[in-house]
T-cell receptor, first 109, second 114 residues
Framework: QKEVEQNSGPLSVPEGAIASLNCTYSDRGSQSFFWYRQYSGKSPELIMFIYSNGDKEDGRFTAQLNKASQYVSLLIRDSQPSDSATYLCAVVNDYKLSFGAGTTVTVRA | DADVTQTPRNRITKTGKRIMLECSQTKGHDRMYWYRQDPGLGLQLIYYSFDVKDINKGEISDGYSVSRQAQAKFSLSLESAIPNQTALYFC?????????????FGPGTRLTVL
């Protein structure tokens, strides 16, 4: 079992809709969780992180964490064409990040 | 200037050649990482270093070696390149001391082994 698993995608959503991305992790001791966005051929850039159970909102993005279920998600509200990218979930264990394979999102105009 | 730089940005080499990818950072971070990315596989950790005297293997270290020449410099070497090492390679840095510190990535090196 991989340490970090993401829904495989690709995920296609119409402009203005909500995109929902899911991530599960295997290590119950994981301390914090990051969502990165990566445009094709570019380096990943941080969208947000979360380390407490519940929701965390930043603009159009909401991260949700449920440690009991070992589940973290990212919601993108009012999706825009510029949100079309691959989204990587990362989990901190022993002060290093483990990444999921990513979910590719396409926002249709 | 970019905080994390990688050289070269693109490299084409032949099977059996030794090559080195270099990473420099001006962020003052003590932790540095090398990842490779293959389509559909996300980022896989090759090696990481928490300070100049600390080097650790990651998930996929076979065929690779690293050198931490200074706090700001971390190099990745392929001793004898093979075609399945064709990938996008990223260097990253992170400050120590807190589990929620952001990890910053360099622009990447696209390596092709023929």
């Amino acid at each position: 079992q991989k340490e970090v698993e993401q829904n495989s995608g690709p995920l296609s959503v119409p402009e203005g809709a909500i995109a929902s991305l899911n991530c599960t992790y295997s290590d119950r001791g994981s301390q914090s969780f990051f969502w990165y966005r990566q445009y094709s051929g570019k380096s990943p850039e941080l969208i947000m992180f979360i380390y407490s159970n519940g929701d965390k909102e930043d603009g159009r993005f909401t991260a949700q964490l449920n440690k009991a279920s070992q589940y973290v998600s990212l919601l993108i509200r009012d999706s825009q064409p510029s949100d079309s990218a691959t989204y990587l979930c990362a989990v901190v264990n022993d002060y290093k990040l483990s990444f999921g394979a990513g979910t590719t999102v396409t926002v249709r105009a | 200037d970019a905080d994390v730089t990688q050289t070269p940005r693109n490299r084409i080499t032949k099977t059996g050649k030794r090559i080195m990818l270099e990473c420099s950072q001006t962020k003052g971070h003590d932790r540095m990482y090398w990842y490779r990315q293959d389509p559909g596989l996300g980022l896989q950790l090759i090696y990481y270093s928490f300070d100049v005297k600390d080097i650790n293997k990651g998930e996929i270290s076979d065929g690779y070696s690293v050198s931490r020449q200074a706090q700001a410099k971390f190099s990745l070497s392929l001793e004898s390149a093979i075609p399945n090492q064709t990938a996008l390679y990223f260097c990253a840095t992170r400050a120590g001391g807190a589990f929620d510190n952001e990890q910053f990535f360099g622009p990447g090196t696209r390596l092709t082994v023929l």
